[in-house]
T-cell receptor, first 114, second 116 residues
């Protein structure tokens, strides 16, 4: 078991460009979560999937954000028309089945929007 | 609404000192789970412990211990004989069980610096 992996680890983009991040969860985990963390803050929930179904989205997830988890395996998070306020660490986590199961986090993707 | 408060922003101790990190939570749910995570300088969050709302027993794991008190809505974390490798940001988090909630609500974290 190699843990949760995320790609890329760092992304620098210009305002207005689209970016896409990938997360590969632990293989037997059914739940996959996306969080955003800004400097000096705790992670903030964005969205989560149970298998391929997106079950919940935070108000933080504006229309410019979209997440998918085709076939219930890896997930992608796309941000369209990036803004400087999107600069943050984007964290992916996975867990076995329910909200009582501990979530295992990936190393994150650090996004810088110039 | 659910909320987690970690009032201590930064703590600095000298190696071998004991240190307690405070966590106070708010929830209307009767069934919930509390967690502690460690985020070392490398950035990856590491799971430390999970506690459900029906289990108020304190837990000890090596140099780590946790004190859960429902009466004060607190879930404090103590490191005994701290070491330099304990330097990290520590997050307390809350989630409810069942319903539509699946996400963790994190506090803002406490940055612990352990100096040799």
């Amino acid at each position: 078991d190699t843990g949760v992996s995320q790609d890329p680890r760092h992304k620098i983009t210009k305002r207005g460009q689209n970016v896409t991040f990938r997360c590969d969860p632990i293989s037997e985990h059914n739940r996959l979560y996306w969080y955003r963390q800004t400097l000096g803050q705790g992670p903030e929930f964005l969205t989560y999937f149970q298998n391929e179904a997106q079950l919940e989205k935070s108000r933080l997830l504006s229309d410019r954000f979209s997440a998918e988890r085709p076939k219930g395996s890896f997930s992608t998070l796309e941000i369209q028309r990036t803004e400087q306020g999107d600069s943050a660490m984007y964290l992916c986590a996975s867990s076995l089945e329910t909200s009582r199961d501990e979530q295992f986090f990936g190393p994150g993707t650090r996004l810088t929007v110039l | 609404a659910q909320k987690v408060t970690q009032a201590q922003t930064e703590i600095s101790v000298v190696e071998k000192e004991d240190v307690t990190l405070d966590c106070v939570y708010e929830t209307r749910d009767t069934t919930y789970y509390l967690f502690w995570y460690k985020q070392p300088p490398s950035g990856e969050l590491v799971f430390l412990i999970r506690r459900n709302s029906f289990d108020e027993q304190n837990e000890i794991s090596g140099r780590y211990s946790w004190n859960f008190q429902k009466s004060t809505s607190s879930f404090n974390f103590t490191i005994t004989a701290s070491q330099v490798v304990d330097s990290a940001v520590y997050f307390c988090a809350l989630t409810s069980f069942g319903g539509s909630q699946g996400n963790l609500i994190f506090g803002k974290g406490t940055k612990l610096s352990v100096k040799p």
